[in-house]
């Protein structure tokens, strides 16, 4: 038997919550009195200090050098190499810095993308009460070691996983390993040996908050043996994924290098083979192509177009940690979505009140006290109903915590249970405080779990004494011997509220009971003997943490967008059932986390394409659920909020983690977080990734027909054996000033109207389709046809080579500013006010570039760097009746598209 392992880490391993506590002292070797001093500097350095292995971080070098691990990079640096190798010094600078600029970005965004580890080292307490040799101490929570017996009381937080020896009233929230939303009671009973982790009532494990009572429990693992340190080793093995744009990036990339080769090759061929050039001037216009083709801005189009998008997202409260999850979000196809605060509101809520033989739902969500009381659908006046009053004054007095309002939200002070009740008594328009003055509390059994129930005892100043008992319902009715029936004691009804009991729990509500018994005057005080028999039942309650109003509605929207929701909780089945209910997620069916692990991964797979709800899991399952549901091709995104969420957070395809509740490990193993910690955010966020994928789309069929046109252009040049047509520093201007600029222009495009009604974008589907890619050719060969034929009739006009290159590259520049409108819509026409004038950031870019296009004409300095010349106004005139021609033509060959395909893509 292995100290410090547990049977779901290994098989072999020791089920510490399964043993005897007397057989946890043999294994371990300790005693009641604790390890000795010498024993345990002995087990310290046999078992190392109790803190977790940090992770191996990658240097601040290192991390920026792999920013230029990219094939297109790769070309951007070759293409700066040529221009330098033929002394192009201004040509080289400009590319070298667009690929710093770009490798900055990156190493700015992805500066906290691996400090998951380091937040989970610090959520091991400093001290802790720890027996040894005989005697209590305070020592670091670093030094405990396996065998010391460690003592908890409220508001700890416990230091290692311990297996419970003493409990007394111990309630422990374990949310942030588990992912139940209310504090779990402990025992020192064992559990079952294969018990799920949020069963297992006998352990303390590390990281949790100790909520309520007090404890004495011995340490069976420490550090990365812990169950927090085996979230933190499966953390380390999950590899962070490739988007599906940098992976089409990359392929792109790859058929772009090739392509310009191909055509460098082809146009140095035929000079050689058939034009008889000079070996020089072939080898200067291979270089000229190779500038030509390569699309220096895209890398600056992408990352600027990413950060818009992550600003436009901030706004709609989604932070986005790494820019490639901006784009991700357009292709999700299912959200695995933690139950918990992020599909519910996380506060309990009472929804159902049961009394004499009527069942009262309640209205409103959390702690705002406000909502109304039905009964079979219609309103209900709580004055109408004495003994529904009589029951919320009990759950009222026989109450500890209380809530109040500030900044314009409802906190809670104690335990959520209490808070729900202490609600559902301000619905009804009762007092609290004044409830307590009128009836002050002169005694109390606080709640025990050996007990399951709370009693007070109450005097008002009439003369009277009142106990108010609540607690486990089958506990409750044990001990009542009548119940209230319209205002008269009768006999319980048991069989009666079993049944009614039965039917609100099958819809997943946590039940309460809620009982009085008349006591004598001069009663000051109550033992337990008072409460075991001859109470009267007031009632049942069924409260539940109900879904988020807005989170109905962006489930309902995702379903629409083709986007799959399902749930994923360490709750029991049937509360996850009900919420999913509630929610419209799945058909009903429930697959627990125990059920998962006797599943294979091919298994698991088949079933989770029939199951969208999934209750009582482990780190592990959801983290098998994420890569299950990635090997069946689908794009996920995970939230969550807890340690035990990390592992699937990573490696998730968009991993969401909440900003309010989350824990800092969540978020830093997350692309994204949630501001808010709601659904309808990522619902919100995944819009906006859509639209931004689209408006990247439009970007760079945008520019890259510029590309095209330039590459071709210089290749007719060289097969008619002329001039060239535009220098590499003018190639450089038009794709590094115009082309990028206006580019991003299209970046500012609004969402489109119907956007969320399309199924999601296939992950396999390349950057560039057949259709964009004939778009590509289409405008690249109305590009090369105006700009090279201008240049060659204005040349054989008489024109000198620097005025035809001046117009070639002014033409070029005005075919750019008519097509970019054209780019607003892939499909539709934009002969509309809407089309031509949606986007004003179009019309301010067009107005600037217009001035530097001036500029590069008329200003001297400019004239001495590009080679330009001044221009007349008739060739103005006429450059402008052959650039604006792209606009017509691109609109005619949109109709006779939609005339064709009936494509029902909206602009």
């Not at 006591?519 to 007031?538: H, K, M």
């Not at 592990?620 to 990390?646: H, I």
Request: glycine content about 8%; aromatic content about 6%; hydrophobic content about 45%.
């Amino acid at each position: 038997m292995t100290i410090g392992k547990k049977s779901s880490a290994k098989p072999d391993a020791a089920s510490w919550h399964a043993l005897s506590t007397d057989a946890v002292f043999q294994v371990l070797n300790s005693g009641a009195t604790g390890l000795a001093a010498q024993e345990a500097r002995r087990r310290l350095k046999q078992h190392g200090y109790n803190r977790l292995t940090p992770a191996a971080s990658t240097g601040p070098l290192k991390r920026f050098l792999l920013q230029f691990h990219n094939v297109l990079i790769y070309v951007l640096l070759a293409s700066a190499g040529i221009t330098a190798a033929i002394e192009h010094w201004v040509d080289s600078a400009v590319i070298l810095g667009v690929v710093l600029i770009n490798a900055l970005i990156g190493f700015i965004q992805e500066g906290k993308a691996e400090h998951a580890l380091n937040a989970i080292r610090n959520m091991l307490t400093y001290e802790a009460m720890v027996l040894r040799d005989g005697r209590h101490l305070k020592i670091p929570a670093e030094e405990l070691v396996p065998g010391d017996i460690v003592s908890l009381e409220s508001g700890d937080k416990v230091p290692a996983d311990l297996r419970l020896l003493q409990v007394k009233n111990l309630r422990a929230d374990e949310s942030m390993l588990t992912g139940e939303s209310v504090a779990v009671e402990k025992n020192a009973t064992p559990s079952e040996d294969h018990a799920a982790l949020g069963d297992r009532f006998s352990m303390a494990y590390s990281s949790a908050l100790i909520t309520y009572g007090t404890a004495h429990g011995i340490v069976v693992a420490t550090g990365d043996d812990t169950e927090i340190g085996r979230i933190s080793s499966l953390l380390r093995t999950v590899p962070q994924l490739t988007t599906p744009l940098l992976k089409q990036i990359a392929g792109f990339s790859r058929w772009l290098t090739a392509a310009i080769l191909v055509l460098a090759l082809a146009a140095f061929g035929y000079g050689w083979f058939i034009g008889h050039s000079s070996l020089q001037d072939l080898f200067m216009s291979a270089v000229g192509i190779a500038v030509a083709a390569i699309p220096e801005g895209l890398p600056a189009i992408v990352t600027i177009t990413l950060a818009i998008g992550v600003q436009r997202m901030a706004a709609r409260n989604a932070i986005i940690r790494r820019l490639p999850a901006v784009e991700t979000l357009g292709s999700v196809t299912v959200i695995c979505s933690d139950k918990t605060g992020t599909l519910t509101c996380n506060e309990m809520t009472v929804e159902s009140v049961c009394v004499n033989s009527d069942e009262f739902t309640v209205e409103g969500a959390g702690y705002d006290p406000h909502g109304d009381f039905k009964l079979a659908g219609l309103s209900a006046s709580i004055n109408d109903y004495p003994e529904l009053r009589e029951l919320l004054r009990a759950a009222a007095l026989c109450n500890n915590a209380r809530i109040e309002q500030a900044n314009g939200a409802w906190h809670l002070h104690g335990d959520p249970t209490e808070g729900a009740l202490i609600t559902l008594a301000l619905k009804a328009g009762l007092d609290p405080d004044l409830l307590n003055q009128e009836m002050p509390r002169t005694d109390s059994i606080p709640f025990e779990a050996e007990h399951r129930y709370m009693a007070t005892l109450h005097h008002d100043h009439l003369g009277h004494a009142f106990m108010f008992v609540k607690g486990a319902p089958e506990r409750i009715l044990a001990m009542c011997s009548q119940e209230r029936h319209h205002g008269e004691d009768e006999p319980i009804r048991g069989a009666h509220w079993h049944r009614v009991m039965d039917e609100i729990a099958g819809r997943g509500q946590r039940l309460l009971a809620i009982a009085f018994k008349t006591e004598p005057l001069t009663r000051s005080q109550i033992e337990f003997a008072d409460v075991e028999n001859g109470l009267t039942l007031l009632g049942v309650v069924g409260m539940i943490d109900p879904p988020r109003p807005e989170a109905i509605d962006s489930v309902r929207k995702c379903q629409k967008a083709g986007i799959r929701v399902k749930m994923i909780t360490g709750d029991h089945a049937a509360t996850a059932s009900a919420i999913a209910a509630q929610l419209h997620i799945g058909n009903g069916s429930v697959l627990s986390g125990a059920a998962i692990d006797l599943l294979s991964d091919d298994e698991l797979k088949v079933a989770i394409r029939d199951v969208d709800v999934f209750a009582r899991t482990s780190p592990e399952n959801k983290l098998r659920l994420v890569s299950a549901l990635q090997a069946d091709d689908q794009v996920v995104a995970m939230t969550g909020d807890g340690v035990n969420d990390a592992p699937a957070l990573k490696r998730a395809d968009v991993g969401v983690a909440m900003g309010k509740n989350g824990t800092e490990v969540a978020k830093e193993a997350s692309e994204m977080v949630l501001a808010d910690d709601n659904f309808a955010s990522i619902v919100h966020a995944v819009e906006e990734g859509r639209s931004i994928y689209e408006n990247l789309k439009k970007s760079i069929i945008f520019i890259l027909p510029t590309s095209g046109g330039e590459a071709l252009t210089i290749a007719a040049a060289i097969m008619t054996g002329k001039v060239l047509p535009i220098t590499p520093v003018q190639i450089l201007w038009v794709n590094m000033i115009t082309a990028v600029t206006l580019s991003l222009t299209l970046a500012f495009e609004p969402t489109e109207r119907r956007i969320m009604r399309r199924k999601p974008r296939d992950p396999h589907e390349p950057l560039l389709s057949g259709f964009l890619g004939w778009r590509i050719l289409f405008v690249s060969l109305i590009l090369v046809t105006g700009t090279f034929g201008l240049f060659l009739h204005q040349h054989g006009l008489g024109a000198s080579v620097a005025e035809a290159r001046t117009i070639a590259v002014n033409t070029l520049v005005l075919f750019e500013m008519f097509y970019v409108f054209n780019s607003r819509y892939l499909y539709q026409s934009v002969l509309s006010p809407r089309g031509l004038f949606g986007n004003g950031t179009i019309w301010f870019a067009v107005f600037v570039l217009t001035g530097f296009q001036l500029a590069y004409t008329y200003w001297p300095p400019m004239q001495a760097l590009f080679g330009s010349v001044d221009l007349d106004l008739p060739t103005w005139g006429l450059m402008i009746a052959v650039a604006s021609s792209v606009f017509f033509l691109v609109e005619i060959e949109k109709f006779f598209i939609r005339l064709f395909t009936d494509h029902k893509s909206n602009g």
